[in-house]
């Protein structure tokens, strides 16, 4: 028997990891961290519930941090094996990590400076730069679909999952004693209604299933609806004669905007002159997937651009990258007629920060918020109508509008979770991850209910066998 534990996402939304053992081979799926607050947080500099030098082989379902993240502290740790991921997973990796690592680096590096001053031990970072590189360097990118065998026992495929670029769905056939078993790993899987990514694919087999249920208890609204927010927004702010602050994820969200952006200026809908991508990393993920345009959905690409390989200032000739902190700083003498599109997505940190200080209390300024808002972030002050904000230091005024926009999501809703397992005919166990309890729950009944389907949620640290 192949046993199955489940180290992370258990009833939560982050810090996915779940441990394979079954004859001869010990995988890891996924090594995400855990993100969200300080309590949640900490875990990440816990040691592993397993021992890493004991892995075969670690298999990543994505490039996100929540599932990810942790890699260079496996390495360090002592695993020396190889990652298997999808080719742009890879690619996607060495810019993530290297960023979340800079910013733990110096994070722990002022945390020491104060500490030191308070007489107080420092503290060590979780992992450094080489760790990163480590990774990177065991990185085995794959293409979809091709199998690959690892250490003669387990056969692994990957299938798009349509939810950032390089997502795929593992498949991993695992032999025992002769018989064969059937794990699928949902990762993360994308929202059919988004654009730029296809649809997760479908997969008929399994002796069992582990899936996402981030949004197990809902569906999202619908994206007509949301664009015409947009476009509503823009034309005020113009009306207004003020500039158009987006908050947007560096992956994912950001090359999303940008392409809405491209659609609604093809419609003549969008009143601005200029739009600036103030975000290093939002440039050079959207360069990614410039490169990657292949696993893009093609009919998506059409609305914009007839010619595939485009870069995203041939849809929308006022489009600047502005990659130097001079430029960005340039940025700020613009009263009126620009759309800043920055990170970080929750207003937590990154450039973002210095445009809201510029605008957030001038009430011609518009602020959208096209992306979830965590619980303890200035975005969620801002978009629960805070007056008052503090950031830098310093006392702000809310008096821009504030829109909040609702149909974007990289996450399948609940009707769409109900379809994807569908699809599978043979018998299968399912096990319910990656969602907060609440949402698994009602997931949990609505399959029951809906498809007659069996479905636990596991706690962390339970295993079982099949
Ligand atoms: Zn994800």
């Known amino acids: 028997m192949a046993k ?43 040691p592993f519930p397993f021992e890493p030098k004991q892995l075969d082989a670690v298999v990543l379902s994505h490039g996100h941090l929540d599932h990810s993240g942790l890699l260079p502290r496996l390495f360090k740790t002592g695993y020396k094996g190889p990652v298997y991921c999808t080719e742009a997973t890879r690619n996607l990796l060495a810019i993530m990590l290297e960023d979340a690592a800079g910013i733990h680096l110096r994070d722990v590096e002022w945390e020491n400076k104060r500490r030191k001053r308070a007489g107080k031990p420092e503290i060590e970072p979780w992992y450094d730069m080489e760790d990163v590189l480590h990774v990177l360097e065991h990185c085995v990118g794959l293409p979809y679909h091709e199998t690959h065998t690892i250490n003669g026992h387990v056969k692994l495929q990957f299938h798009d999952a349509g939810h950032i670029i390089g997502s795929a769905i593992v498949d991993l056939l695992i032999k025992e004693h002769g018989h064969s078993k059937k794990l699928v790993f949902s990762g993360d899987l994308g929202n059919a209604d988004a654009v730029l990514m296809r649809d997760p694919e479908i997969l008929e087999n399994a002796d069992l299933v582990l899936m996402e249920g ?12 949301t664009l015409d927010e947009l ?146 972030t200035l975005g969620r002050q801002i978009v629960e109508g805070n007056r008052h904000v503090k ?41 319910l991850v990656h969602g907060e309890p609440e949402a698994l729950e009602t997931l949990q009944q609505t399959l029951q209910h809906k498809l007659g389907i069996n479905a636990e949620i596991p706690a962390e640290g339970t295993s079982v066998l099949f």
């Open 231 to 376: 476009s509503k927004a823009l034309t005020q702010a113009s009306a207004d004669k003020g500039n158009v602050l987006i908050p947007a994820f560096a992956v994912g969200r950001t090359q999303e905007m940008l392409f809405h952006l491209g659609v609604l200026y093809k419609q003549g809908r969008v009143p601005q002159q200029r739009i600036f991508l103030d975000s290093p990393m939002g440039i050079e993920v959207t360069r990614l997937y410039t490169e990657y345009m292949d696993l893009l959905d093609p009919d998506d690409l059409k609305k914009v651009s007839a010619k595939l390989g485009d870069d995203p200032k041939s849809y929308l000739p006022m489009l600047t990258l502005t990659e130097s902190t001079e430029d960005s700083m340039a940025i700020n003498r613009i009263k009126d007629g620009a759309i800043i599109i920055a990170g970080s997505g929750m207003c937590n940190g990154g450039r973002i920060r210095h445009h809201l200080k510029h605008n957030i209390w001038r009430e011609e300024c518009h602020l959208v918020f096209p992306g979830f808002q965590a619980q303890g």
């Open 4 to 46: 199955l534990t489940f180290w992370g996402a258990a009833r939560e939304v982050t810090g996915s990891c779940h441990l394979i053992e079954s004859e001869g081979v010990r995988l890891l799926l996924d090594c995400g961290m855990h993100q969200g607050g300080h309590q949640s947080e900490r875990r990440n500099g816990e």
């Open 214 to 225: 981030t949004y197990g208890d809902r569906d999202h609204r619908t994206l007509d609806n």
């Open 391 to 431: 950031f830098f230091g310093q006392d702000f005024i809310v008096r821009a509008k504030v829109h909040t926009l609702g149909g974007f999501s990289a996450h399948a809703g609940q009707t769409q979770l109900l379809d994807w397992i569908s699809h599978f005919k043979s018998r299968f166990r399912l096990y």
